[in-house]
């Protein structure tokens, strides 16, 4: 869309004002309204926000050593939107969103998550390829003032469980399209009030963009209905946790061609496809605090069906990377370490950055997992372990080289900040007693 294409649409369909809407780091929406009639200037010469947005905590605490606070004097950037991103969010009443990145001193700043995920799709495209993918999600829904999960049991896919949902997910399913998110399924999952909905995947960064106005539809949508959802990992910690499975293939550039599978391989996925599943696995101690980036996030390794190590397997729901082969269009990759609580953003961005090395490098594909990935005797040996506590996480992602530089020291600084300071709170809390203390944190805004 034109800037002129999005004043039309705001004139056609009555919006009486247009979030100016970010990520901040945890993949929180931060926004400004501003009302339709100042929109074309707004626009056109940008909105002021604070730049230590990146740096902030859930509940927008600020955390000094990020780079972009005290180091910077606490100074705004100037925000400009992505015109195509414009949509009507139908159950927020006349109400529009588009989406924003921040500039600093003319430059757009690299550690924002958004900018780094569009800077790896323009590296793959660079290689000849794009990317197709979908974020599958699975969140807690409780009763907004009780706090207690709609139900009791984990009966999975019970279609009972779902009836006390009805009106909810009827306007989900109505609302979530016109904002551009195309809802395919909806389920109930293995959780007391956990519930899945999935959607169509899109090509490059819209994915992203898709996922985050999900999950803050998603929790928007729940507040009209009497009840609060929340994407925390994991909100109670005998039960099952939540995740973000990031469902992706590669195309050609053109986005017309898939190039995963391959008729004559022995196991129906191409070199390209092997070499970008090889990378990811090779990395993948490293982006596991990407892919799961809260202290709560990383409570969930190893639970119920929750990868604990760097394997493959094909249809394997046990193993890190679950390969689907099925024709030209129908394969595709899982990558199953994404944690619910994780910025979908720098999911898509760690994903195609290890994966773009595993194709640079021609990685070869170690042997796949057919039996259980939590069994260490159907583990092939030397396999990886994923890291499970923020120190050893961060850890992981500093030493390695490859997914450092894609990123970039400006994120790392920030991003390692920011991390550091949740596991401080946490030790800080259980050293009080405060055993439930993430839950107060992370779930009403995460």
């Not at 926000?49 to 955390?63: E, K, P, S, T």
């Not at 490059?204 to 999900?214: K, L, V």
């Not at 920011?418 to 779930?443: I, P, R, T």
């Amino acid at each position: 869309m034109s800037l002129n294409q999005v004043l039309e649409e705001i004139e056609e369909k009555g919006i009486t004002g247009v979030r100016f809407e970010q990520t901040d780091l945890n993949g929180v929406a931060r926004s400004k309204l501003i009302p339709s009639r100042h929109f074309k200037d707004k626009a056109t010469g940008g909105v002021n926000f604070y730049l230590g947005h990146i740096g902030m905590d859930v509940q927008a605490g600020v955390i000094p050593g990020t780079g972009f606070a005290e180091e910077v004097g606490y100074c705004d950037a100037v925000m400009f939107p992505d015109y195509s991103s414009f949509k009507e969010l139908p159950w927020a009443e006349k109400t529009a969103r588009i989406l924003v990145e921040p500039t600093y001193k003319g430059e757009y700043v690299a550690a924002h998550p958004r900018v780094a995920a569009r800077r790896q799709l323009e590296k793959l495209k660079d290689l000849g390829y794009s990317l197709f993918s979908a974020h599958e999600h699975e969140f807690y829904v409780v009763d907004k003032v009780t706090k207690k999960p709609i139900n009791n049991d984990i009966n999975i896919r019970s279609t009972l469980r779902m009836f006390p949902l009805r009106r909810f997910v009827k306007q989900v399913m109505e609302d979530m399209p016109v904002a551009g998110v195309d809802i395919e399924q909806v389920e109930s999952e293995y959780g007391p009030g956990q519930v899945e909905i999935s959607y169509k995947p899109a090509f490059g960064i819209r994915s992203a963009d898709n996922a985050f106005t999900f999950k803050t539809g998603i929790k928007e949508i729940a507040l009209l209905h009497g009840f609060q959802a929340s994407f925390m990992s994991k909100p109670f910690l005998n039960q099952s946790g939540s995740c973000t499975h990031f469902c992706h293939s590669l195309y050609q550039a053109d986005e017309k061609t898939p190039v995963f599978y391959d008729a004559n391989s022995p196991i129906g996925l191409s070199e390209v496809g092997q070499n970008w599943a090889a990378g990811i696995l090779a990395h993948a101690p490293a982006i596991e605090v990407l892919m799961a980036p809260t202290v709560n996030c990383l409570k969930r390794v190893g639970g119920n069906f929750c990868p604990e190590n760097a394997t493959w397997g094909m249809d394997n729901r046990t193993t890190m990377l679950r390969i689907k082969v099925n024709g030209d269009k129908g394969t595709y990759m899982e990558n199953r370490a994404g944690a619910a609580g994780a910025n979908c953003y720098l999911v898509l961005a760690a994903t195609v950055a290890a994966g773009m090395d595993g194709i640079i490098n021609k990685y070869r594909l170690p042997a796949e997992t057919t039996g259980c990935a939590n069994n260490p005797e159907d583990v092939p040996p030397k396999t990886a372990d994923l890291p499970n506590n923020m120190e050893a996480a961060l850890e992981a992602l500093v030493n390695d080289e490859v997914i450092r530089n894609a990123f970039g020291e400006d994120f790392i600084k920030c991003f390692s900040a920011v991390k550091m300071h949740e596991a401080k709170l946490e030790k800080q809390a259980l050293a009080k007693g405060q055993k439930n203390w993430d839950f107060d944190f992370y779930f009403e805004y995460l």
